[in-house]
């Protein structure tokens, strides 16, 4: 037979069961903790959701208030939609209040119109007058001054902008679909409101102007600590905006209309849309996925905007879950942290069950040794195992028998 050591037999065996013991419970707890783990990405994502909806909410959402406030300054005789001067200041600081606003502007019935827009470091007014079809462009600085004043003919009216004519059908206040500005020649949406008299004669409509590289900006700016991709999209589920690059698409006629998001070159995006959709006709309730792409792991989410922005729009968001669980310890890290734990503790607990069973063994071997040199002389052996130390008292009785007979043998 093989001999062993005391400390393999203790050793071995205790923590053959340990670790079966540890890894019994750990996959018993392992759905839990995956379960837990599902449940924490849904917290997280649904409250990043929740702030993209209310910071987008509240980025947007100013443009209409100023197109309607405009509108209620007007009717209560605050502001003289005649008096251009008047106007003039009055938009210049609805842009300088809202940095996001691009343009803000008046067009009346009769096809006149006024606008205010920011021009790097100063503002611009634009006011045309369309019985002579002149314009008249001023530039001011950031303290208010008049810089420059040019007048020109132009071709433009406002009564043929889609901002226009769908507010003047509506009667009340719309956003428009993706559109190119007639100033700037760049891509973006208006919020618009119409303008009544006390006799509700229609005579005009306030609109603001977003810019849509603006809009991509500012959802850009929220995605960057989760690296997510946002987009916003129309009740058509047109991309009326999205994080990164700007979209759109160009007609044969050159006009721009919003991009459908089946035709979005990104195929996370394109999946991503496809999933959550199908998802959502068989339970409407549900606005949050899980999808698998290129081996990496996305929460898909897509919620509406609330009933008081006034457009049916929707926001759709792809997480990573890796970036949102980054300081979160892998479970198989815990793991393996528990086994080399467990396995330390019993190394040092067999070590010192061990060693109070060896020691005193070891010294009662060599007194052993002594004896058969008739030598009885030695130190006193203690044990606070039972066992051992009645086999110490059993020696102790021989030991003596033994040390009356050497004594005999002398004499």
Known sequence: MKKKTLFSLIFTPFLLVSLAVCITVFFLFNERFKHDEAALLTKISSQINKNIIEKTTNYLLPAILI?????????????????????????????????????VYLGKENGDFIMAYRDNKSFVTKIIYQQNKKEEVKQYNV?????????????????TRSWYFQTKEEEKAIWTDLYMFFTGKRPGITASYPLFNDNQTFEGVFGVDLELSEISEFLSFQKKYYNSKIIILNYKNEIVAQSGNIVFKTLKDGQIVPMHINEHGDDLIQESYEKITSIQKKDTATNQVTLTYDNNNYLISSISFPSYFGKNWKVMTILPKEKLLDNKVPANIIFYIMLIGITLLILIITMLIVRSITTPIKQLTFDLQRLRYKNVDGKIIKSSVIEVSELIHVYSDIKKLYSKTFTKEEK
Do not use: C, M
């Not at 605050?78 to 691009?102: F, M, R, T, W």
């Open 143 to 159: 303290f208010g001054e008049l810089t420059s004043a040019t007048n020109q003919e132009t071709s433009f009216d406002p009564r």
């Open 67 to 103: 197109s309607e406030l405009s509108v209620k300054l007007s009717a209560s005789g605050v502001i003289d939609i005649n008096n251009n001067g008047q106007l003039e200041l009055y938009l210049i600081e609805q842009i300088k209040a809202y940095p996001q606003l691009s343009k």
